[in-house]
Each structure stands twice: as structure tokens, then as C-alpha cells.
């Protein structure tokens, strides 16, 4: 899928229909660090906005807030405001801003963002995209502005990814879908989607995309996109089924001997309940090839018993 400044806008949906944009960013030592997502879903023949806001500093989580159920005032992302949540395009697939307040003012970010790579798509016609009714496309960028914690500003910079998906996900066939971002500071990074059947045996049964963003050369500052052939996961959990560790076997190409190798374990993250579904949110520091970064590891689940 050919990604364009026309992908910028809000994707038309029917009913059940949903768009999102998602935000996560984080500083070189993943202390500071946060989630900020909007979306759009079609209910019963109307509009609706919700809202998702993380903001975690020193390792703990200090502001979330969610929202639903917000009718818009206008068709562009820049009309949607939920659960203190706000974003803009401030030139398509280049730089953008996001703003996000807690419930009592004392804690949120005001951020501007650059594009530091080309998108990195998912298209609904791959495993991954087919099987979790979703497409989109993710991008690295560049993070600067302020942060509000517990009333007092920070100024921050650090690094993160700016996703906007659509689609209509159908989680009575779904188990689980998970997101990972890994950012170095050399605009080299790695976007994975991984959705897992209902039905699913083991892990062979699920389906993994993952895109490698790396310079083309030396003298190139944004990151092109390639597409591995054979990407391999593997995550520890805990008791309670929360991500504490992953490995990432990369095979870029069918010819490659050698697999690139990445390796993370987590640096803070939170648990949300959504119903039927249970969003396990963490940010990570990750380990590729002699180089450190920071990144995001989500995973969405069906809760406990949910059918």
C-alpha cells in the first residue's frame, strides 16, 4: 500500500467502522514517557470521538484518562477532542502536534512532532492486516515541547511513533493483537504488527508483520522502509499476563544467514480495562546490534472470560 497526504484524513467507515491516530513517545531512558490516541467510529449511523491519554513519569503511570461516546464538531482530526486528548496535521505525513490534559489540569503534554522516516504500511491485503481487519501505517518522529507533571513543567525531547490505522476488527475471531515500536536515536527503528486467531494452537497460527526503518545510507536523515521477510517474536509474561520481556528475530531478506536481532524488557506500562477487551500498555528499552533505544509494546487482549 502506497501511503499519500491523502491518508492523513479521516477514513470513511460504515457502521462498526473505526480510525485512530496513536501517539507514543518516550525519552532516551524511557522515564519519562506516554500514550495519546484519538478515534473515530461510526454508531449507529452516527459520528463518535473517543480518547485515550497515558502519561508516566520515574517509571509509574501519573495521569490516564479515557473517553467515549464524543461527538465531534467538525470531519478533520483536528476537530476531535477526547479525554483531554487533541491532534493536528500540521503539514501531511511530515510534522504534527498533540496536546493531552489530565481530568484535574496537573498533569499532560504539549508536543510537536517531525518525521524522521517514510510510513511504514500495513495494507489490508498482508496476513497481518487481513486477519485483524485493520490497514494503516506508522512513522518514527521526533518529539519536542513540554511536559505537565503534577503541575510543574518539564521541557522534553526524545523520540516516538505517530500510527493511524482504520478498519473493522472483528474480535469474536481475535484473540489478541499486538503493537511494537522500537526507536533508536539514528532514525533506525522497527514497527510490528502481530494478530493472533481465536482458534490459534500456538504461536505459528498468528500473524506477524513486521517493517525495518533504517537510512539508505550514511548521508541519509529519514528512514526508508523494508519490509522483513521473516520476522520472528518472542515475549515473557507474568502471572498476570502482562509483557515483561520480548526478543525479535529479524530476517530481513529470504536469502539472509544471519537473523538482526533485537532484545527489550520493560520500563514502566499499565493495564486498562475495556470491556471485553484489556489493554496492556508499556514502554521498553530495547538492545539491537551494539545500540540502545526506548519504544512501545502493546498488547490487546480479550479479558478474562470475554467470548
Known amino acids: ?31 519519562l514517557c506516554g500514550v495519546a490516541r484519538v478515534g473515530l467510529a461510526v454508531h449507529e449511523g452516527a459520528r463518535v470521538a473517543s480518547g485515550l491519554g497515558v502519561l508516566f513519569a520515574d517509571g509509574q503511570p501519573v495521569a490516564v484518562r479515557a473517553e467515549g461516546g464524543v461527538t465531534p464538531d467538525g470531519e478533520d482530526w ?3 477532542e477526547a479525554a483531554g486528548v487533541h491532534t493536528e496535521v500540521l503539514e501531511p505525513l511530515r510534522a504534527w502536534r498533540v496536546t493531552f490534559t489530565d481530568e484535574e489540569g496537573r498533569n499532560g503534554f ?14 489490508a491485503d498482508v496476513p497481518a492486516g487481513k486477519l485483524g481487519g485493520m490497514e494503516g501505517y506508522d512513522q518514527l518522529v521526533e518529539v519536542e515541547g513540554t511536559l505537565i507533571v503534577d503541575g510543574a513543567e518539564r521541557p522534553f525531547r526524545g523520540r516516538g511513533q505517530r500510527g493511524h490505522s482504520w478498519g473493522a476488527p472483528d ?12 526507536w533508536l536515536s539514528d532514525a533506525t527503528g522497527v ?6 486467531p481465536a482458534k490459534a494452537s500456538s504461536h505459528a497460527d498468528e500473524a506477524i508483520h513486521a517493517v525495518l526503518l ?10 526508508v522502509a523494508t519490509v522483513v521477510d521473516d520476522p520472528r517474536l518472542s515475549t515473557t509474561y507474568d502471572g498476570e499476563g502482562r509483557q515483561r520481556s520480548a526478543g525479535l528475530e529479524l530476517y530481513v531478506h529470504d536469502d ?8 527489550g524488557e520493560v520500563a ?13 500498555t508499556a514502554f521498553f528499552t530495547w538492545r539491537m546490534e551494539g545500540r540502545t533505544g526506548v519504544g512501545r509494546y502493546d498488547v490487546l487482549r480479550r479479558a478474562n472470560g470475554a467470548a
Open 1 to 31: 500500500m502506497t501511503i499519500g497526504p491523502e491518508h492523513e484524513a479521516p477514513r470513511a467507515g460504515g457502521e462498526g467502522a473505526g480510525d485512530a491516530v496513536t501517539v507514543a513517545f518516550a525519552d532516551d531512558a524511557a522515564s
Open 78 to 80: 483536528s476537530a476531535v
Open 110 to 123: 504539549d508536543l510537536r512532532l517531525r518525521a524522521v522516516s517514510e510510513p511504514a504500511s500495513l495494507g
Open 171 to 182: 474480535w469474536d475471531k481475535l484473540s489478541m493483537a499486538r503493537t511494537i515500536g522500537v
Open 191 to 196: 514497527s510490528i504488527t502481530a494478530v493472533r
Open 214 to 223: 533504517a537510512p539508505a545510507d550514511e548521508s541519509s536523515s529519514e528512514a
Open 256 to 263: 539472509d544467514n544471519h537473523a538482526l536481532r533485537v532484545a
Open 268 to 280: 514502566c506500562g499499565t493495564s486498562l480495562d475495556l470491556g471485553r477487551l484489556t489493554l496492556d
